[in-house]
């Protein structure tokens, strides 16, 4: 049973070759890295803190904010904030540059919405 993978597909367990495995593990890492390799530390942070804070505040964060509460400079909040909404995978912002969702959720009306166990609700994005 050692060094195998095995998916189950309705009655049958199936038997994944090792090579394939392992040519998967090289695809997702590549990427990864492709969509994911611009961030800094600093990105995941501020990521992070939005998706955060956007359920306790439940409305869009200003860049102030999220400065003051990352404890980074405005500059530096400003252009992570271009960088990750460039990408268009981690967030959006308001025509007033409020971050208004950060995945996965929002403060926009969506057909999904979440209830946390703290008692927050949100939609996600």
Request: glycine share 6%; proline share 5%.
């Amino acid at each position: 049973m050692k060094n195998k993978l095995m998916i189950g597909r309705w009655r049958y367990m199936l038997n994944i070759p090792l090579f394939l495995v392992k040519h998967r593990v090289v695809k997702a890492k590549n990427r990864f890295e492709t969509e994911c390799g611009f961030m800094s530390e600093e990105h995941r942070l501020v990521h992070h803190l939005v998706v955060k804070e956007l359920p306790y505040a439940g409305k869009p964060l200003s860049p102030e904010f999220v400065a003051g509460m990352s404890g980074l400079g405005m500059d530096r909040v400003k252009v992570i904030l271009d960088d990750l909404e460039r990408h268009m995978t981690f967030l959006f912002r308001n025509s007033q540059g409020e971050v208004v969702w950060a995945y996965p959720v929002t403060v926009e009306k969506t057909p999904h919405q979440v209830t946390f166990s703290t008692g927050e609700q949100l939609y996600a994005a």
